[in-house]
């Protein structure tokens, strides 16, 4: 069974930095591509970075690139997105979701950012 | 700034049919861009329901489907239940990038 689990969120103040991590399971992790995806509260899904399947090339939205990377360690089966200067917009739970095309996209169950002073 | 664009919200009686549309502002929306189809209520985290156009997941019942129709990528429920009562969002592929449409929130009344 396909499991991705979400952690490391929690309540930061403005310009502060956290890591979020999504170990995975059930699955050959190295063999695909993943993804961050967040929802502020009451909102809509955004598509936050991507990554390939060995780590060699990522892509961001707009509104986090330069503050955020996106890594994976697949001896591990855990992806990684490192989050700097933060922003109170950038408050909302963060989903890492499995890629594939062929079998469909697996998500996580969500870890909250919240960014307050 | 590339955005897909679903309708805001759509209300279906139970027992009836509803199409959810999902359209691209680069153009027609095709095969190429994998269409995803996700359901989420409130305080959950999103379910997959369709992907690549029309592809159901084990877990998808058989009154979703996914299609392309008039240039936009298609959800259809056939005999709504009011356990469909949701938010639904679609998913494109635009090469590495992924792109949400902002929703459709389902009532059924």
């Known amino acids: 069974e396909v499991q991705l689990v979400e952690s490391g969120g929690g309540l930061v103040q403005p310009g502060g930095s956290l890591r979020l991590s999504c170990t995975a399971s059930g699955f050959t992790f190295s063999n695909y591509w993943m993804h961050w995806v967040r929802q502020a509260p009451g909102k809509g899904l955004v598509w936050v970075s991507r990554i390939n399947s060995d780590g060699g090339s990522t892509t961001y939205a707009d509104s986090v690139k330069g503050r955020f990377t996106i890594s994976r360690d697949n001896a591990k089966n855990t992806l990684y997105l490192q989050m700097n200067s933060l922003g109170v917009e950038d408050t909302a739970v963060y989903y890492c979701?499995?890629?594939?095309?062929?079998?469909?996209?697996?998500w996580g169950q969500g870890t909250l950012v919240t960014v307050s002073s | 700034q590339t955005v897909v664009t679903q309708e805001p919200s759509l209300t279906v009686s139970p027992g009836g049919t509803v199409t959810l549309t999902c359209a691209s502002s680069?153009?027609?929306?095709?095969?190429?861009?994998?269409p995803n189809w996700f359901q989420q209520k409130p305080g959950q985290a999103p379910r997959a329901l369709i992907y690549s156009t029309g592809n159901k997941h084990s877990w998808t019942p058989a009154r979703f489907s996914g299609s392309l129709l008039g240039g936009k990528a298609a959800l259809t429920l056939s005999g709504v239940q009011p356990e469909d009562e949701a938010e639904y969002y679609c998913l494109l592929y635009y090469g590495g990038a992924w792109v949400f449409g902002g929703g459709t929130k389902l009532t059924v009344l």
């Open positions: 680069t153009g027609a929306v095709t095969s190429g861009y994998y």
């Open positions: 979701a499995r890629d594939s095309t062929t079998t469909g996209v697996y």
